[in-house]
């Protein structure tokens, strides 16, 4: 149980370091050209940190030891830890695709709105594909896999 649980805090961080990167780089790919490349990977870098952080600690994190213990009684627990993981996602996706119906402002303010709501659940989504990702890695490399079959 304790290596599990150090397991996690590791895959937590490592995705943390990893997920701004890539929302960065993402946001690098589609945004304007008026600022240079280092200036808008860091400045998204750091937005995204910020938003990141609650999300893997207060959500991601207990999800992904529920998936655990649910999960590894299974034959096929990479596959059973794979849907637990989406099927949170996406509930977290669906209360925020809610936020727009109960929404009464303006046209303009309710396009930006609905743009923005978009781009978090997709980053949601992203965020758990990723953890389950390196949680998967580390798994592997850890050989905690082999470990639960001999119990």
């Avoid at 240079?36 to 609650?54: D, G, K, T, W």
């Avoid at 709501?117 to 390196?134: A, E, K, Q």
Wanted: glycine fraction near 2%.
């Amino acid at each position: 149980m304790k290596r599990t649980i150090l397991r996690k805090l590791l895959v937590t961080i490592c995705t943390f370091i990893i997920t701004p990167l890539l929302i960065s780089l993402i946001t690098f790919i589609a945004g304007d050209a008026s600022f240079s490349f280092v200036e808008r990977v860091v400045s998204a870098f750091l937005i995204f940190s910020i938003y990141v952080a609650p999300v893997l600690f207060l959500y991601v994190l207990p999800v992904s030891v529920l998936s655990e213990y649910v999960s590894r009684r299974y034959r096929y627990r990479c596959l059973v830890s794979f849907f637990i993981h989406m099927g949170f996602s996406i509930v977290f996706f669906s209360l925020f695709l809610l936020i727009p119906i109960f929404d009464h402002r303006s046209e303009a303010v309710y396009n930006t709105l609905d743009r923005f709501v978009l781009f978090l659940s997709y980053t949601i989504n992203i965020i758990f594909f990723l953890y389950w990702l390196v949680d998967e890695l580390f798994l592997r490399l850890w050989g905690d896999r082999r470990q639960q079959f001999k119990k």
